[in-house]
Each structure stands twice: as structure tokens, then as C-alpha cells.
């Protein structure tokens, strides 16, 4: 079976923090991919990355970083130095082989920067 | 390109009628498109994936016949709410996925607020 499990249902962090979002799946597929998406609240999703399972390298793009292993099936989000910005609810989600890639999502987290 | 619109953004009908709602691929051709629905502080939840020029795939417990879905042409697809009534008060999403594209990422319509009074 795929799922995925974000365990924090809600973080609030005060301006400047750093912040961790987890993410913790499980699929018996070899190949596969994961991402994340932001949900701010006006409600559409915004695609922020995307990892496949032969690539662990884990990726940087400005105050946003996520950590991926294959080991502990995690595939974490971090933001540094958090901005107000980037109160919002953030998904993880699974893309297996078959059933057309659709993709299975985490309950999300919904993180909260206060000022 | 990965542009996505749903028409409308948000609809308020009266129980027992019907609401259509559009989902376009902008700039993109989309083989495939997925309709999601969501509540109140909770996930996305698949109800259907859509074809162009076939039936779409329905998920276990999702009412065919309730939520209509036709993918006519490579850039539309729609979701018919039958007979709608408050309890399919909801947040409906479409999403598409650019073929062009290997990464399977699904880019997102920016939803349809639905309540039915």
C-alpha cells in the first residue's frame, strides 16, 4: 500500500525561525516520485518540488531546502529564516507507477509565521 | 508552460440543481486531468482521473453518476455536480499534467468554492 504521514498538523513559529515540515512514506515501488505543494490561503496549489527515487541529493532554492532519504523514507522540508509569507499548508505527496501517476497526499501541515 | 484555470472559482446553488465546472490547461495539451475535493482543514482527496476521449476513472466510494466527468478535448476537462446538495458543499480542484514533462508533477486549477443552500 502507498501512503504518506505528515505528522505535525499544525506548526507556529514566530518570524526568523527555522522550520522543519516531515514527511514519511512508504510504497513497495522501486520507482517513484515525491513532491511538495504549498496551499496558501487563497487555495490553489503551488508546486514547489518534485524528487525521484534514484535521486537522493538533496536540493536548495533560497530559504527552502528539502532532505530526502531513501533509508528512513523521509523526505523533509525546511524553510530558514521564515517570513510571514510563508504561512500557508503545505502537502507532501506520493506518485507511484500506475493508476494513470495519480498522486497520494500527506494530511498536510499548516504552518503559521507570526510576526 | 503549466497554467491551469477552473471556471468558476466559486458557485452557490440551490439544492437539486446541477453546477458544471470547467477545468483548461492553458498552455499545455493535458492527456490527463485529475478532479480533487477538499473540506475544511482537510487533505485532497482523488475522486476521479480523467482521460481525453475516454471514461473516466473513478475512486472506490466516488459516485459516478453524481459527479459527471467529460474530457473532450486535450485542454478541457468538467465536473457536472448532479442533483447537488449541501453536503456536496465543498472545495473542488482540477489538475493536469504537462506529458511533456517527465516528472508526473500535477499542476493545479486554482479550485471552485461549490456551497449548495
Known amino acids: 500500500a502507498q501512503k504518506v504521514t505528515q505528522a505535525q498538523t499544525e506548526i507556529s513559529v514566530v518570524e526568523k525561525e527555522d522550520v522543519t515540515l516531515d514527511c514519511v512514506y512508504e510504497?513497495?515501488?522501486?520507482?517513484?516520485?515525491l513532491f511538495w505543494y504549498k496551499q496558501p490561503p487563497s487555495g490553489e496549489l503551488v508546486f514547489l518540488i518534485r524528487?525521484?527515487?534514484?535521486?537522493?541529493q538533496n536540493e536548495i532554492s533560497g530559504r527552502y531546502s528539502w532532505n530526502f532519504q531513501k533509508s528512513t523514507s523521509s523526505f523533509n522540508f525546511t524553510i530558514t529564516a521564515s517570513q510571514v509569507v510563508d504561512s500557508a499548508v503545505y502537502f507532501c505527496?506520493?506518485?507511484?507507477?500506475?493508476?494513470?501517476?495519480?498522486?497520494?497526499f500527506g494530511a498536510g501541515t499548516r504552518l503559521a509565521v507570526h510576526p | 508552460g503549466a497554467v491551469v484555470s477552473q471556471h468558476p472559482s466559486w458557485v452557490i446553488c440551490k439544492s437539486g440543481t446541477s453546477v458544471k465546472i470547467e477545468c483548461r490547461s492553458l498552455?499545455?495539451?493535458?492527456?490527463?486531468m485529475f478532479w480533487y475535493r477538499q473540506f475544511p482543514k482537510q487533505s485532497l482527496m482523488l475522486m476521479a482521473t480523467?482521460?481525453?476521449?475516454?471514461?473516466?476513472?473513478?475512486e472506490q466510494g466516488v459516485e459516478k453518476d453524481k459527479f459527471l466527468i467529460n474530457h473532450a478535448s486535450l485542454t478541457l476537462s468538467t465536473l457536472t455536480v448532479t442533483s447537488a446538495h449541501p453536503e456536496d458543499s465543498s472545495f473542488y480542484i482540477c489538475?493536469?499534467?504537462?506529458?511533456?514533462?517527465?516528472?508526473?508533477?500535477?499542476?493545479f486549477g486554482p479550485g471552485t468554492r461549490l456551497t449548495v443552500l
Open positions: 489538475s493536469a499534467r504537462n506529458p511533456r514533462l517527465a516528472g508526473r508533477e500535477q499542476f
Open positions: 510504497t513497495r515501488d522501486t520507482t517513484y516520485y
Open positions: 524528487r525521484n527515487s534514484f535521486d537522493e
Open positions: 505527496a506520493l506518485s507511484v507507477s500506475g493508476g494513470y501517476n495519480k498522486l497520494i
Open positions: 498552455d499545455f495539451q493535458a492527456t490527463t
Open positions: 480523467s482521460n481525453e476521449g475516454s471514461k473516466a476513472t473513478y
